[in-house]
């Protein structure tokens, strides 16, 4: 099988790139099942959706709202309400909060546009006759003139470290997780969100009930909690033999900060991301090697926000298009 051109990723990035590089021949593989990486959205029947990954877009710059407005305009809406810094006890700046309509995967989902392909993961990559060969995971072999990768940086690593690429691949992505519960009656509690600062175990939580989607059961209260960086290097190896444990230990805490008793929880369930976000070393903004064809960017390069993915992608399909 042969291509033009191949992203490898599914994600905020690879969505950018889709919607921005000028190629008709251009295909998109992803070892999720859908699009949206971490721009991820879980919807429980009956209950709801929750974003269990990326909370919310909040444009710092004018180019960027300029481009969701453009792009995404009829699958997003303000998220309103108070966000707050717990242990201040103050409201976090009133900045424009968006979300997706129906969930935050929609940022990726209504954004992709290019053919895509999920649950094929990239095992190897090679030159072959001055084009690129890419070996799936489940045995396909596929060839193409350009490869761009938007995969977190361990995978792209280990993707490219046998190539001898001049990238640099310094500090790590930190991992995360998600408890998602639903409450069958509704708490006192007026925030839409908390920023914790000083919990060993959460780092965020957030009132997916105030995101007043259809969806959403108007009868139950949902939340999703993310915990501290070290909680999940702490957990994460083990959490899926432990999930009911961590995810207890997740509520529990969430529960005595913001004195929540008695409430029966009807749903929970945990999600672990080994590589949710880069905290620092920003090396560049993205990689292009004219020669070869070969692209890389994602948030992990410049930034740990979904528009530092967009700034890295924006950046990456400038130097394809002009090349």
Not at 5 to 11: D, M
Not at 70 to 99: A, H, M, P, Q, T
Request: glycine residues 6%.
């Amino acid at each position: 099988m042969s291509e033009k051109t191949i992203i490898i990723g599914a994600g905020f990035a690879s969505a950018t790139l889709s919607n921005l590089i000028n190629d008709q021949n251009l295909t998109v593989f992803d070892k999720g099942r859908g699009p949206g990486g971490r721009s991820s959205t879980r919807r429980v029947e009956g209950v709801g959706n929750f974003d269990h990954g990326l909370q919310f877009v909040s444009p710092e710059s004018l180019e960027f709202g300029k481009f969701l407005k453009e792009n995404l305009r009829n699958c997003i809406k303000l998220w309103k309400g108070d966000f707050v810094d717990f242990d201040n006890k103050k409201i976090i700046n009133k900045k424009k909060r968006w979300i997706g309509k129906n969930g935050n995967n929609d940022f990726v989902k209504k954004l992709i546009s290019a053919p895509s392909f999920y649950q094929k993961e990239l095992e190897k990559v090679s030159r072959k006759n001055n084009r690129w060969l890419l070996e799936f995971k489940d045995l396909q072999k596929i060839v193409c003139d350009t490869l761009l990768l938007t995969i977190p940086m361990e995978q792209c690593k280990k993707i490219i470290d046998p190539l001898n690429i001049d990238v640099e691949f310094k500090k790590k992505m930190n991992p995360s997780l998600t408890t998602m519960l639903a409450f069958v009656e509704k708490t006192k509690i007026k925030s839409n969100a908390f920023v914790f600062n000083k919990s060993s175990i959460l780092g965020w939580a957030s009132k997916e009930s105030s995101k007043k989607r259809d969806i959403n059961n108007p009868s139950l209260e949902l939340w999703t909690l993310q915990s501290t960086v070290g909680f999940a290097e702490k957990n994460y190896k083990n959490f899926k033999s432990r999930k009911l444990l961590i995810m207890n230990l997740m509520i529990e805490e969430f529960c005595n900060l913001c004195a929540v008793y008695n409430k029966k929880v009807i749903h929970k369930d945990i999600h672990g991301w080994l590589y949710a976000y880069k905290e620092d070393f920003y090396s560049q903004d993205f990689f292009w090697d004219k020669k070869t064809k070969l692209g890389i960017c994602g948030d992990w390069m410049c930034g740990a926000k979904a528009e530092d993915a967009w700034r890295s992608a924006s950046g990456l399909a400038d130097q394809i298009n002009n090349s």
